[in-house]
């Protein structure tokens, strides 16, 4: 089973602010699962991969935008 992230650790893996996430989550960006309550949102490290790739080639691989390690 792929291991679930919590937003704080996306933001601090991404270096962004928790809000940002979120806010990529809503959008629908971002998949996660949102178990309401204090519980939050859970982002599997295969999905926050993918949200990475989609970012880096969805427009032909010129995002202008640095690779981000893992």
């Known amino acids: ?3 679930m992230l919590t937003v704080d650790q996306v933001a601090g893996r991404l270096q962004v602010n928790e ?3 979120r806010r990529w989550l809503r959008a629908g ?3 996660g699962i949102a178990f309401g309550g204090r519980t939050g949102w859970r982002v599997s490290e295969e999905e926050l991969q993918a949200f990475l790739d989609r970012r880096r080639f969805g427009d ?3 995002t202008g935008t640095k690779k981000l390690a893992a």
């Open 19 to 21: 809000q940002t996430v």
């Open 1 to 3: 089973m792929d291991r």
């Open 29 to 31: 960006q971002l998949i």
């Open 60 to 62: 032909g691989g010129n």
